[in-house]
């Protein structure tokens, strides 16, 4: 099942990728929070686990989008509209609740149906080349 998840969202991110994600390519790191209304707990617990860590999500060149019935670019200060309307179909019919993270590349680094502590979120940043390049060069 989590195959065939990750499959379908390599598939999407590709469909969306030159509509939705191209201003971030090369420049942010995204995280798509996609949720259906039956999560929102699941959604408040993840954004609070990245506000009371805001300091790495910014340090890592994250940008934070929230899709619901349309998507949202969430700061720990306000949550607004990015794109009116705009449906990514990026859930999986089975999934109340997925995380993704987006590269600077574009490709889809990590996927979860479940909160993602920022321990594990930063140490797979961390790990990838590209940021390990950034790290050396400041």
Known sequence: MKLLTYILAIAIMNTFSSDILDKYKWKNRVIILSIKEIAEPELNRQLNELKLNWKGVLDRDLI???QRDNLMQYTPDEMFSTEEGLDMGLLDDAADFQFLLIGK???VKMMSEEMVAH???FS???AMPMRKQEMRDN
Do not use: M, S
């Open 64 to 66: 934070v989008l929230i």
């Open 105 to 107: 590349d574009g490709t």
């Open 119 to 121: 321990e594990k979120l």
């Open 124 to 126: 797979t940043i961390d």
